[in-house]
C-alpha cells in the first residue's frame, strides 16, 4: 500500500466523533427515485435521459445509483442492474436490508479506509453471500482543516488527480476485478459515494465509451444525496449543528467542474481512459469491461 505523502509525525488534535464521520463521509442532484424505476430501466438517449431513474431509495444510505441506462456509442449503452455506485452503509434498517440483497449482487469493492471500514459498518454484514473487495484509495484522510478547501472546483480536481496516482493500485485492481463478467452484478463505494467512487464512476464510465459531459452529469448527481446526509446527520447528531455547518459546504460540493477538468486531465495525459489503464498496469481490462457492462 502507498503511503500519502501529506502524512506527518506531527501530533494534531483529534476531531469530535461528529466530525470525524462527517470527515469521513465527505472524503471522498435529482429526487430519489423508487427501486421500482431503477430496475425497470431501459437503455436510453443520454439527451432524453432522467437520471431520477438511477436513484436507488434506502433509509440507511443516501447515494446509492444505477450507472445502466448511460449511451456509450455505436448503438450500444450500460446494462441496467449491472453496476451500481453507492455511499457507505451509514445506518441500514430491515427494510434496507431486504431491498439491497433484492439487487442480486455479487461483488462489492470497498474504496474507504481500513478505519472508516472499522468504524463506519461494511456492506458484507447485511450481503453476507458476496464477495467483498477492500481497496483503499488512501490510506490515510485527510485533516480536518483541509475542509474549506474542498468547495473550490480546482481545489477538487487536483485531490482528484492525487487520489488517482497514490491510489493506483487499488483502482487497477478494482478494473481487473470488474473485468469479470462473474463478477456481476456489482457495486463499488466510498463513504459519500462521491469523490473516490465518483473517480472510479468516472473511469468506468469512460472506458465504455460514455460521453464525458454525461460523465460530469452523473458527478453532479451527488449534490442532492449530500444534502440528504447532511439531513441524517443532523437528525442523529442535533447536538453538533455548529460543526455540520462547518464541514456541510465542502459535503455538498459536487461542481461539475471540478469533474470536467479532472476528466480533460485524463485525456490531455493519457489519451483516453483505455490509455491510462494501461498505465496503471490493466491494460486489457477495458476491452473486458465493454463486453461485460455493455448490450
Not at 479506509?113 to 461494511?122: K, N
Request: aromatic share 6%.
Amino acid at each position: 500500500m502507498r503511503t500519502d505523502p501529506r502524512r506527518t509525525d506531527k501530533p494534531r488534535a483529534e476531531p469530535s466523533p461528529t466530525v470525524r464521520a462527517l470527515f469521513i463521509s465527505c472524503s471522498t442532484a435529482g429526487r430519489i427515485a423508487p427501486p421500482s424505476l431503477a430496475t425497470g430501466m431501459t437503455a436510453i438517449r443520454n439527451s432524453d435521459r432522467d437520471d431520477s431513474q438511477r436513484h436507488i431509495a434506502f433509509d440507511g444510505c443516501f447515494n446509492f445509483r444505477d450507472l445502466g441506462g448511460y449511451e456509450a456509442g455505436d448503438g450500444r449503452a450500460v446494462m441496467p442492474r449491472r453496476l451500481y455506485r453507492a455511499d457507505g452503509p451509514h445506518a441500514l434498517t430491515d427494510a434496507d436490508a431486504v431491498k439491497l440483497r433484492g439487487l442480486g449482487l455479487v461483488t462489492v469493492i470497498d474504496l474507504r479506509t481500513a478505519q472508516e471500514a472499522q468504524e463506519r459498518g461494511r456492506y458484507l454484514t447485511t450481503l453476507g453471500d458476496v464477495v467483498e473487495h477492500h481497496l483503499p484509495m488512501i490510506d490515510v484522510l485527510p485533516d480536518t482543516h483541509e475542509l474549506p478547501e474542498w468547495i473550490d472546483p480546482d481545489v477538487v480536481a487536483r485531490q482528484y488527480r492525487n487520489m488517482l496516482e497514490h491510489g493506483s493500485t487499488a483502482i487497477a485492481t478494482a478494473l481487473v476485478i470488474l473485468s469479470d463478467p462473474s463478477a456481476y452484478p456489482a457495486m463499488f463505494h466510498c463513504s459519500a459515494g462521491k469523490d473516490r467512487t465518483g473517480i472510479l464512476a468516472a473511469f468506468v464510465l469512460g472506458i465504455a465509451g460514455v460521453a464525458d459531459d454525461v460523465i460530469v452529469d452523473d458527478y453532479a448527481l451527488s449534490a442532492t444525496a449530500m444534502q440528504q446526509l447532511i439531513e441524517h446527520y443532523q437528525r442523529s447528531h442535533p447536538d453538533a449543528r455548529e460543526q455540520l455547518a462547518r464541514v456541510a459546504p465542502a459535503m455538498v460540493a459536487a461542481h461539475p467542474e471540478a469533474m470536467a477538468a479532472f476528466v480533460e486531465g485524463i485525456r490531455s495525459d493519457y489519451g483516453s481512459f483505455d490509455g491510462l489503464a494501461a498505465a496503471i498496469g490493466a491494460p486489457d481490462a477495458p476491452a473486458r469491461i465493454r463486453a461485460a457492462i455493455l448490450s
